[in-house]
């Protein structure tokens, strides 16, 4: 695809056509069709988003000086909006509209496409949210058109758990799951921490540290309070004692992370796995159970499913379970939509309370591609 | 013609005229161009500019110069990738300086990398909004911050006094360029252990985007020459092919 599509008549056609079969679906569904404007502050993606999505996000500055972003993605202006004007929980939204990424380094991929997608924000039961979004988006390709296709899924929760049963200092746990889907730094920090040392660098005291904070004169806060400063390098003196894990353990979660293959097997290596270890992942291998019986009932073949134990989508807001849909175009593999669990999103863009959130995206003009070499 | 950029001012230009004097080279001004012009003795083939030294490294990436003296810092921030873009002919052994990451004395519990990634995820979620990094260098901020694996900061552009914004509140955390750390300490920050983004000299650099014509290549084979620096026009001419 160029960097600068062009849609002829024919092109917009067809994508019409296939876009109201998909947002048909959606309404069937119970999905209201609503789109957010293309100009957005600026503020609402990079706060969020971190500098890698900023990287890629395009900001242009208006005339009286305020930082504006062309969207790269719906989802958040969408979220931001239902927070805005107090929606009752739960809402379906479904949206078809383009989103804007710069793309460093592939300067033939197009800074402009066409997405089609749905959010599902608020309901209780997340076993049922799951549910539904996993199977709209795999009925939306359906009704699109398209009949081959494969999926890869993961699931954050469950490495988040794995995290949280191993006997680390808490701001490890936090570190651990921040860079989860960095495959290969999780890789070297668990070497460190079961083969490497840990040594103090800070006074194990609160009056120590106290002290030392006196002694640094007219040097600016810079923004954190004294108390911050305190309370985490007191939970580093801490950590730096208990900074250890069993070497085996540490191989132990290196390997599991390491685990990929279709569902079925990949699951099972898990259980095999965790049988080695005192560490009890049931309640998230349920849930991952459940999805390969929905999508089996969908009638997606088990050799078509993947587990891929390190999958976590590399756009930080995702939380929970997460997934790939996959089909071919005539140039090879092309992921044709995605979607997961985001449960921290709407807080962050201001809501009062946490707000469950899931939703799926489909990539219409890769779509088009895949079905037109099918 | 080859046109070749110095900088206009400063002790980067003094010492460019020492390191061309050094070989053998004697700059002259050229009559009426107030200064901001000047040539060889004995190669008339040689236009010398003096530019700002941050202008040269625009030119440079730009392809309206051959060749510039002027820092790698500034290179670096320009083009973030040099392939196909420029090639640094030769660092120059003056106008050393560090870019480097620089936090409040304050923050006793932070002195590497991996400590300021606990505190910028920290700091999101206790004060609702990112940890703001006041810097010149966004580009080289950017790459080293990835490399270092932190994402929950933001850029934010300084003109100038960079030192000075965690003190007056516009930002908590500074990347900037230091010689000796004395501005840095005086104004109650230090490096990080790993926090040395780029040690950074002065360095004649080559154009691969300028108009290299014949007659461009053969002054320039000529001026390294005349310097008994030959060897470096191959390496350059190599790029050329590429």
């Known amino acids: 695809m160029a960097t600068f599509p062009y849609y002829d008549a024919g092109a917009l056609q067809a994508l019409g056509a296939q876009a109201d079969a998909i947002l048909g679906l959606f309404a069937g569904r119970g999905y ?77 991929r197009p800074t402009q496409f066409f997405q089609a997608g749905a959010e599902l924000l608020g309901l209780e039961d997340r076993t049922a949210g799951e549910t539904e979004i996993l199977s709209l988006a795999i009925e939306a390709l359906r009704v699109a058109g398209l009949k081959d296709f494969s999926l890869r899924i993961g699931d954050l929760a469950l490495f988040n758990a794995l995290v949280d049963a191993l006997a680390l200092p808490k701001q490890w746990r936090a570190r651990l799951k921040r860079h989860f889907w960095r495959a290969g730094y999780v890789e070297s920090l668990l070497y460190w921490l079961g083969h490497g040392d840990g040594t103090a ?21 810079a923004g954190r309070t004294r108390a911050e400063i305190i309370a985490r390098a007191l939970d580093r003196a801490a950590e730096a004692a208990a900074l250890r894990l069993d070497p085996a353990m540490a191989d132990a979660i290196a390997k599991l992370l390491d685990i990929s293959g279709p569902a079925e097997q990949a699951l099972a290596e898990v259980r095999a796995l965790l049988k080695t270890t005192n560490i009890n992942l049931d309640v998230q291998l349920a849930a991952m159970d459940a999805r390969l019986a929905t999508l089996k009932s969908l009638g997606v073949a088990a050799d078509r499913v993947r587990f891929t134990a390190h999958f976590g989508r590399n756009m930080e807001y995702y939380t929970g379970f997460v997934f790939e849909l996959w089909a071919r175009d005539k140039e090879g593999p092309v992921q044709v939509a995605g979607g997961g669990r985001y449960d921290t999103l709407l807080e962050s863009l201001g809501a009062k309370q946490p707000v469950s959130a899931i939703g799926c995206a489909i990539r219409t003009e890769r779509l088009m591609a895949a079905k037109a070499v099918a | ?49 003096l530019l700002s030294a941050s202008e040269i490294a625009s ?103 960079t030192e000075g914004a965690p003190a007056a509140g516009t930002a908590e955390v500074i990347v900037d360029i230091t010689t000796t750390g004395a501005t840095l300490r005086d104004n109650g920050l230090k490096i990080l252990d790993d926090g040395v983004i780029l040690k950074s000299q002065a360095q004649l650099a080559a154009s691969l985007t300028a108009d290299w014509d014949a007659e461009a290549r053969k002054a320039c084979e000529t001026l390294l020459s005349r310097m008994n620096e030959a060897p470096l026009y191959s390496a350059l001419s190599a790029e050329f092919r590429a």
């Open chain 1, 201 to 221: 660098k800070l006074p194990g005291t609160k009056a120590e540290i106290e002290a030392l904070l006196d002694k640094q004169g007219d040097a600016p806060a």
């Open chain 2, 1 to 49: 013609m080859l046109s070749l950029a110095i900088p206009s001012k400063g002790r980067l230009k003094e010492n460019c005229h020492a390191w061309f004097a050094e070989r053998g080279l004697v700059m002259e001004q050229t009559a009426g161009a107030r200064g901001y012009r000047a040539s060889f003795a004995g190669l008339p083939d040689v236009e010398v500019m």
């Open chain 1, 32 to 108: 209201v069709h609503e789109e957010p404007s293309v100009l957005q502050p600026a503020e609402i993606f990079l706060d969020r988003s971190g500098e890698e999505i900023r990287r890629r996000t395009f900001t242009l500055t208006d005339p009286s000086g305020r930082d504006l972003a062309l969207r790269p993605d719906l989802t958040i202006p969408i979220c931001r909006d239902a927070i805005l004007a107090n929606r009752k929980w739960p809402a379906r939204i479904c949206y078809n509209g383009l989103a804007f990424r710069h793309q460093p380094g592939e300067p033939h």
């Open chain 2, 59 to 161: 030119a440079l990436l730009a392809g309206d110069i051959h060749l510039g003296i002027t820092g790698e810092d500034l290179l670096r921030e320009e083009a973030p990738e040099l392939k196909g873009r420029m090639h640094l002919i030769k660092p120059l052994g003056f106008g050393f300086a560090d870019v480097v990451v620089a936090v409040s004395q304050y923050w006793i519990d932070v002195s590497s990398m991996a400590d300021l990634d606990d505190v910028c995820a920290a700091y999101a979620q206790t004060h609702r909004r990112r940890l703001r990094v006041a810097t010149k260098y966004a580009q080289l901020t950017r790459s080293f911050f990835a490399q270092a694996r932190i994402s929950d900061y933001r850029i934010v552009p300084s003109a100038g006094a």
